[in-house]
């Protein structure tokens, strides 16, 4: 039987620009660490986050993008 | 020249006139086109059909209506009077043509059929390829006297008919076709199209027109054949994509919330399912050739969706919450044409309120479920290390020690653990917690070593609730926040990176943090115990560990000895995990005296560690209850052998040579055996031989004389 696969999606709080991306697809990630820093429009330096332990699914930005409030960053798939 | 009998009067009206106004026109002349004027040019500019206006009639506010708003055609042909039949062929096929006189000025039009007739009956040179051109049409013309009899006909008819050309010159039109409908044409001079004629022999879809002399009597009739299964075929066609049309629309609508179709610049072409009204201020009808992109000032995210899509010509996955607090996923996709240019862009949205929710559900459950874990095993560690948490010792260092940590452990200041490893730090904190008044409150074990240096800062500090998700899932508190009113055991915590010191630092000097993503500072009372096994005096000389956190660390330093600091200790220790491990495999296993000197001779390099892991192995693998010296020894790590190499290089006298060989012989087997009963059991001498040869040796030693051959 398969098992079930919930995927939580990294979310960027506020519109930006991708300064970092300390992820990979494929790579496992623990709950807590940084995927992404974000530096918003108003200078602020804000780490994105992972709140799950899983794999990372496809990257959906790329470094020195500017991304929009809401977007989808990328997944995490819990085990 | 286009005879005046033979124009038409080209009835017009302007853009501000009234629908009412029009369709009277329309209805009072039965007249098919109306022209409209613009009021500043003084021309025509346009025309309207009556078929265009029909739609309209259903609508109770139609006569309100200006022309304006109805659907008109601009695409104009004009005509000069002085025309020939050469002219009358360019113009062949429009549908309406206006003519003017040598001014330019408008004297009336004329209709496609109008045309046609001249053609057909023009006597002139063209004549002949006249009719050829009219044979090579795909549509049937007959032209008939006022009783029905076919004056001219082109091939078309012939086919489509089913009758010879021979016998058609016989047959009257309105027998032919519908007869019904002929009188009512010749009769009235109504104009009759789109009729569908269906016999045996024939399908066709026929037009009526009754043809004029110049005194406007009706003198026959001009009849187009269109081929019906011809147009039958293109009306299954076009009804098959209309169907396939609605069932796409409702799979969409099945799958998906909403789906927008948007041009390549963002207005709002069509949309499938019923649209999730939160995000809409205006009636969905309204929204049709709405442009999205006009939509920044409203703040709606489809703005930034098509904005972020036209940018990146990729998905853009968007989460947001309505304004009734709905969830929702919205996935804007571009569509491009074969060059790659921007042809569609296509947005799905889907309510997801339920899902975020489940999943907010199962994730809060996952993590009472690991905190309820990770209490069961704290409190079973707890129960565990109970047991195994006294401190054994008989030695007068260990007395000493623990008379000065029973002191320390009624203060909470910060106390930095140092000892080699496998001394059992953790057991000495756990006992300076217990003895002290935080007691009843956690006890919070962090190994700064075990922790990726990513996560270690979450871990120590934890993280706001949905700082960086967006997602209303509690946040982490973080150790800190977790030993809060109790012992946070920071072990390894040299390993810990130069970054995070400054962060420790902060916490021990103001009793105060922030969380990650947050910007509140939270009070923290913690006793921190430190413990290392590394130098870090060293560390700080080297700059690898920060001086101020040093000494903010060393409030209160406690030093534990290594076991060969304390043999004294070991046989104590020994006994106690043998009974540990004997109850624990149900043996019951015993350590001889000899087994005992052995351990207790031992340097012991992993200390309390290394003794606990080999008395397990021995209780695991022994053959025999009692445990002897020869069963321990292979056991143990080889220490560095003394060298003792032979110095014989000259003559020397033989009870000297004698005695040192003695000497080495003895060194060398006590440091294997340890016991001076197995030593001279391995010499082959009594016991107290050896014990007595093995003292001299050692005070020999002690006086710091040569043992053995001197070099």
């Known amino acids: 039987m398969s098992r079930l696969v919930l995927k939580d999606e990294i979310i960027a709080r506020l519109a930006g620009t991708i300064q970092q991306i300390s992820c990979q697809t494929g790579e496992y990630v623990q709950e807590g660490e940084t995927l992404f820093v974000l530096v918003s429009q108003e200078g602020e330096t804000i780490p994105v986050i992972s709140r799950v332990s899983g794999k990372v699914g496809e990257l959906e930005v790329e470094l020195g993008e500017d991304v929009i409030a809401g977007m989808i960053l990328t997944v995490v798939y819990m085990e | 020249m286009v005879s005046k009998w033979f124009v038409r009067k080209a009835h017009t009206l302007s853009f501000e006139s009234s629908v009412n106004e029009l369709w009277e026109i329309m209805s009072h002349w039965k007249e098919r086109v109306v022209f409209i004027t613009d009021a500043v040019e003084d021309k025509i500019v346009a025309y309207i059909r009556n078929t265009d206006v029909m739609p309209f009639l259903h609508d109770p506010e139609w006569e309100k209506r200006q022309v304006r708003e109805l659907p008109f055609h601009t695409d104009l042909t004009y005509f000069q009077r002085e025309a020939d039949v050469l002219d009358f062929f360019k113009v062949f096929g429009e549908e309406v043509v206006l003519v003017q006189d040598q001014e330019g000025k408008p004297e009336g039009y004329l209709q496609r059929e109008d045309i046609l007739y001249y053609l057909l009956t023009s006597q002139s040179a063209h004549t002949d390829w006249m009719r050829s051109l009219l044979n090579s ?140 009204k939160d995000f809409w201020a205006n009636d969905k009808e309204q929204l049709i050739g709405l442009n999205l992109m006009e939509l920044e000032d409203e703040g709606t995210f489809f703005t930034a969706i098509v904005k972020k899509v036209m940018e990146r010509m990729r998905k853009v996955s968007v989460t947001q919450k309505s304004s009734s607090g709905k969830n929702v996923l919205a996935v804007g996709n571009p569509i491009v044409d074969e060059s790659g240019r921007l042809e569609r862009i296509v947005i799905a949205l889907r309510d997801i309120t339920e899902t975020v929710m489940l999943k907010e559900e199962l994730l809060q459950a996952k993590k009472m479920s690991a905190q309820y874990k990770q209490e069961l095993e704290h409190l079973r560690d707890q129960q565990q290390s109970a047991k195994q948490r006294q401190l054994i010792y008989a030695s007068s260092k260990m007395e000493k020690l623990m008379n000065y940590i029973r002191k320390v452990a009624k203060s909470s200041s910060t106390v930095l653990l ?55 899932t509690s946040g982490k508190p973080g150790y800190f926040r977790m030993a809060h009113k109790g012992v946070l055991f920071l072990d390894e915590i040299a390993e810990l990176p130069l970054g995070l010191q400054v962060k420790l630092l902060r916490v021990l000097q103001e009793r105060e943090m922030i969380p990650l993503g947050g910007s509140e500072v939270v009070e923290v009372d913690v006793q921190i115990i430190a413990a290392t096994n590394k130098n870090l005096e060293r560390m700080v000389e080297e700059g690898l560990f920060r001086e101020d956190l040093y000494y903010r660390l060393t409030v209160i330093p406690i030093v534990i000895p290594p076991l060969r600091e304390r043999p004294e200790d070991i046989p104590l220790i020994s006994l106690h995990f043998l009974h540990t491990f004997n109850e624990k495999y149900e043996r019951s296993t015993q350590l001889s005296q000899d087994a005992l000197d052995v351990l207790e001779a031992y340097s012991w390099p992993g200390n309390v560690r ?70 001279a059991k391995m010499l082959g001498v009594s016991q107290s031989t050896i014990s007595r040869k093995y003292q001299e040796i050692q005070e020999k030693r002690s006086r710091g004389e040569q043992v053995g051959f001197k070099g």
């Open chain 2, 610 to 679: 290394e003794l606990q892991n080999i008395i397990e192995r021995l209780v695991v693998t022994a053959d025999e209850e009692l445990i002897e010296a020869h069963h321990i020894s292979p056991m143990l790590k080889k220490e560095k052998k003394r060298k003792f190499k032979e110095r014989l290089t000259k003559i020397m006298p033989l009870k000297e040579a004698t005695r040192a060989m003695e000497e080495q012989l003895i060194s060398m087997a006590m440091d294997e055996y340890k016991t001076t009963s197995l030593a």
């Open chain 2, 137 to 276: 049409i795909p549509m049937g013309i007959l032209i008939t006297d006022p009783e029905g009899r076919i004056e001219n006909f082109n091939a078309e008819v012939v086919r489509m008919v089913r009758v010879v050309p021979e016998k058609i010159r016989d047959t009257r039109a309105n027998e032919l076709l519908d007869p019904h409908i002929f009188r009512k044409v010749i009769n009235n001079g109504e104009v009759i199209l789109n009729q569908i004629i269906m016999t045996d022999s024939m399908a066709v879809l026929a037009d009526f027109a009754p043809i004029r002399d110049q005194h406007a009597h009706i003198t026959g009739a001009i009849i187009v054949l269109q081929d019906l299964p011809f147009i039958e075929k293109m009306a299954l066609e076009m009804e098959a994509v209309k169907n396939l049309n609605t069932d796409l629309q409702g799979i969409l609508s099945s799958i998906y919330d909403e789906i927008l179709v948007l041009d390549e610049k963002g207005v709002l072409l069509r949309y499938s399912g019923s649209l999730i």
């Open chain 2, 418 to 472: 140092t000892g080699e490893s496998g001394v059992g730090k953790e057991v000495f904190a756990r006992t300076i917690y217990e003895w002290g008044a935080r007691r009843s409150q956690p006890f919070v074990k962090v190994n700064c070593g075990a922790i990726p240096e990513t996560l270690l800062e979450s871990e120590l500090f934890g993280y706001e609730k949905g700082a960086f998700t967006g997602a209303s």
